[in-house]
């Protein structure tokens, strides 16, 4: 069979993803690849379809139990023989693997790097076919990465120990220092580096400013009823907090963070994955080894201290492809917040650390298109003026007419103040609050005391960070006093005009994005319902993720094609003979009951 009947077999796709075929091709004739992809980029059947087309097994090195267990699950439901030797497994399921190896019946074998390098298992695969080495989640053998495992390390070896053999890299790590370490820990002989865009586009990115969580929150749920996503927040008991608000309001949601014992948060876990709780709220602690390929929704309550952990934790929504949204709320509180945490690092990391939290403060004030300015932090360009997916380019967020004036009254009231307050009295002279501190100092008296005082507070506020993160003025000291920079000097000659955001009111005819529109076209959405309850059925059944049955591009192929016959069904995408062996006789009813 060659790549595209198996593509077609086994999973019932019908095109490869960009650079796929490339990766597939480069092992297929023997040589060594990195292959970098963003999340949901389709890394894994990079190295299951080789996997299938050459001779022997494929072993596949990868970090994490519950990573490979998905896998597995998955390759399984699709009909492949693939299996996993790992610490969770009892010695009884072990002695069977050892059988299948033995046999030569596998196709994919999954380990964990130290597995793989112990004296006695190498020894059993002296006397086996091996087709090629799959490396998946490969950053983890740099310490550049973002999680470097000291097993990774030893994989070294590998190259020496089985010279002929083609060794595969995966990663979704961006940065060239991580990838050239891969080459160089991992020995690659010439290895065809594949690079592919880290642009997500199915990602709609919103930033708001922060007001009132619970209800800005309910306004995201809203538009997802009964669909999965993660709310993340700074603190653990932001955590509780929030999720017993949901529930309050009729949510299905559970908590989790590092605090919690490991029972209930694997439980936690659990629930979400298997689509018995909605909503998982989280600290940071949650999302590392979760493939659920459907997370329609991800919130930060709070800022996050990089644009790195902004990418990462985003990330985990829409990796079936299909539109999902992300919002950021944030407040100037936040970057207060991790600022003081860096006062406990040393001189260099400070710095760092300083620079990254300044770059993702620049970019939740900036009015820039969100997609254009994660990929250029990443070293990218966006080869479209409109990512058509964040809320600058769908026209939800406006720039305001008369910026060059306002500004100027931000900043000469600043002056005005001996450059000696923070943003938050700042505003409050400038919209002309009676507060008790302002009578004393008799800042009631300045000429720029109510200047703004058509607009309220919050607004004034906003407007400050905005003049902020675009560097004219400067936060100073404990208390983040306002400070003009030399580009601030400039706006208050009229020689530099800053840009203004001014939220539009909630509007109900909010603009549908492209790519959700496309991917919900023709769909018959009660249907789609109907088929949803059935996959929650089969999966439950077979105590699998409901996503590992179909994902949600298959079910809602399945509820625009509405096919009633196995030939017809074999048209899904996603559905390969395998799964339409299983589950095609129960799907086939529901959607005949349905248009009879
Ligand atoms: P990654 O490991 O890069 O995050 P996955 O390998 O988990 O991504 O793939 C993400 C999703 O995309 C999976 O549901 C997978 O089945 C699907 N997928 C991968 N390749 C294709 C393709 N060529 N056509 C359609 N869907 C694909």
Known sequence: MNKFEILKKYWGYDSFRPLQEEAIESILQGRDAITVLPTGGGKSLCFQVPAMALD???????????????????????????????????????QEVFQQIYKQELKLLY?????????????????????FIAI??????????????????????????????????????????????????????????????????????????RKTVISQVMEVLERHPNESGVIYCIRRKDVES??????????????????????????HQDQFIKEKVDVIVATIAFG??????????????????????????????????????????????????????????????????????????????????????????????????????????????????????????ILSCIIRLDQQFGASYTAMVLVGSKDKRIMEYQHDLLSTYGLLSDYPKQTVHDWTEQLVSQGYIKKVGEYNILFLTETGVEVLKGNQTPKLLK???KSKERKVSKIAAASWENVDKDLFDILRKHRANLASEKNVPPFIIFADTSLRDMARLKPTTKKEFLQVHGVGEKKCQQYGKEMLEAIKEYIS
Not at 85 to 91: A, E, I, R, T, V
Not at 111 to 131: H, M, V
Not at 244 to 261: D, S, V, W
Not at 311 to 321: C, H, V
């Open 56 to 94: 022997g097994v494929t072993l596949v090195v990868s970090p994490l139990i519950s990573l490979m267990k998905d896998q597995v699950d998955a390759l399984n439901d699709c009909g492949i023989f693939a299996a996993r030797l790992d610490s969770s497994l009892s010695y009884e399921d072990q």
């Open 111 to 131: 380990l964990a790097p130290e597995r793989l390098l112990s004296d006695r298992f190498l020894e059993t695969l002296s006397n086996i076919n091996i087709s």
């Open 136 to 209: 998946d989640e490969a950053h983890c053998v740099s310490i550049w990465g973002h999680d470097f495992r000291p097993e990774y390390r030893q994989l070294g070896q590998l190259r020496k120990l089985f010279p002929d053999i083609p060794i595969g890299a995966y990663t979704a790590t961006a940065t060239e220092q991580v990838r050239d370490d891969i080459a160089q820990q991992l020995k690659l002989k010439d290895p065809n580096m594949l690079i592919g865009s880290f642009d997500r586009p199915n990602l709609i990115y919103k930033v708001q400013s």
């Open 242 to 267: 929030l999720c017993k608000q949901l529930k309050k309001n009729g949510i299905k949601a559970a908590p989790y963070h590092a605090g919690m014992a490991d029972e209930k948060r694997k439980k």
């Open 288 to 409: 590392m080894g979760i493939d659920k390929s459907n997370v329609r929704f991800i919130i930060h309550t709070g800022m996050p201290k990089s644009l790195e952990h902004y990418q990462q934790e985003s990330g985990r929504a829409g990796r079936d492809g299909l539109e999902a949204e992300c919002t950021l709320l944030f407040g100037g509180g936040d970057y207060g917040i991790w600022k003081s945490f860096m006062n406990e690092l040393g001189d260099k990391a400070k710095d760092i650390a300083m620079e990254k939290l300044n770059s993702i403060y620049q970019f939740c004030n900036s009015g820039q298109c969100k997609h254009q300015a994660i990929l250029k932090y990443f070293g990218q360009e966006l080869d479209k003026d409109n990512c058509q997916a964040c809320d600058v380019c769908l026209g939800e967020v406006e720039t305001i007419n008369d910026s060059l004036t306002i500004s100027q009254k």
């Open 503 to 505: 939220p539009k009111e």
